[in-house]
């Protein structure tokens, strides 16, 4: 995010643009906003490896608020804009965070969260006013500091966070190097510059909302390269063609449900955008069925370029269109880190078997004050880290996912992990036990169902599966509620208490090759 000497030769050129309404921020706006509050943080007391949160949409000042961060070595938390308040507070108070920026959008959320969390300082509004000390406006509170840097410049970046299986999220934290922004960017996404083709003056639209590790990571790399990020408050599949059409996008980050609703519209909405700027149509975060990725590079050419990764950054894949036609189903060549597959010993399996991946890492992480956590990540001699995820290797080294540790939900590119939700059920007075899990969504690639034992004075029935989700819907952001319930009348559970859980999800995924969609 830091505009360096673009904010100079580029002074004048758009930085970030909204796509909807083509407000804009030039390099030299970015440089001089991200100054001023730089210098404000460090007036409230903030040094290097502190820690802030940002809690907006996808806002044009978004950027900014992460770019002053980058230059003063502080770990800046960007909180997922659908979090209720209780999943808000928990995240303020979790990361340590002393300052908190969030919109006229989201103020109703922040002040319930930030009546919970008495160690936040102080709260900016980025447009909108402030009402007391604690509460301000991000301009007015900004005005009186230069727009030159601070003294004391370091590296900064973020600390996102990623759930767990108990439905905890844990803050995903990575060492900071000791050297100021002018150098080398921390983003081990620069080893794909030339695989991606990034270059100066480019445009990239951004459809995703900024919280996510991805588009920050490739947002931060444009800036850096001198480009225009532009982004969409929210994705709309014709919108999108439209707005690569008029701004002559050259390049894109996407995710599988973006594709799969583009080739849903009209053969005449398809036609209607001249798509022939577009260099580059980055795609991960989710598996992408089969056909959806053949109707794409149908569509676009071979021009759509796949990733495999984490937020915990411990190691990444890709491939290029070619090499996915001559390889179906890869998610590539490992890109960064170097790639094991191992068994249930920890023992290599043979090529073409499935296993448990493992990454050595050039850049390790630990989650923020959870070391319990961060070992399971770890194999015993800490020297390689796995997410969990199933796969294997063919004989051209191209990687493949067959299935999931723990049972994480992939919906429309989010990741959602059962256990929150599981554990609120079974707080219902009509439920006796719960199972949260993935089915097939062709739309989203997952949807989230619930499978539930009822306690046995009730029957199951239309209305009482209404009242379980309505339940949910009540205490847990949108997109880890269940779309439906289903019944049965005892979970398959050992008598240790351990889940089948597959027992119930499988016959869900009966006649695909492969647990992923």
Sequence with gaps: MYPGPHAVGRAQKPAITMAETGETITYAELEARS???AHLLRAQGLRRLDHYAIFMENNIRFIECCSAGERLGLYYTCINSFLNVDEVAYILNNCQAKVLITSKAKR???MAALSKCPDVALCLIADGEGDDTRVGNLDEATAPYPMTPVADEWVGGFMLYSSGTTGRPKGVLHPLPEKGPSGPARSSIEIFRSFWKYREGMIMLSPAPLYHAAPLLYIGFVIRMGGTALIMERFEPERYLEFVEAYRVTHSLLVPTMFSRMLKLSEAARNRYDHSSLEIAIHGAAPCPMPVKEQMIGWWGPIVHEYYGSTEGNGATGCDSLEWLAHKGTVGKVRIGE???LDHEMKPVSTGSPGKLWFKSPAPFAY?????????????????????DVGYIDEDGFVYLTDRAAFMIISGGVNIYPQECENLLITHPKVADAAVFGVPNEDLGEEVKAVVQLMPDFRDSPE???????????????????????????LPRLPTGKLYKRILRDPYWEGRKSLLV
């Excluded at 923020?368 to 015993?380: H, I």
């Excluded at 009482?464 to 319930?485: D, I, M």
């Design 35 to 37: 100054n001023r509050l």
């Design 108 to 110: 109703e959320t922040a």
């Design 339 to 341: 790639l094991r597959v």
């Design 368 to 388: 923020f004050n959870d070391s319990a956590k961060t070992a399971e990540a770890y194999s015993s001699d800490g020297a390689l880290s796995t997410l969990g």
């Design 464 to 490: 009482v599966a209404a009242e379980l989700l309505a339940f949910c819907a009540a205490h847990l952001a949108r997109y880890k509620c269940p779309r439906s319930v289903d019944f049965i009348a005892a």
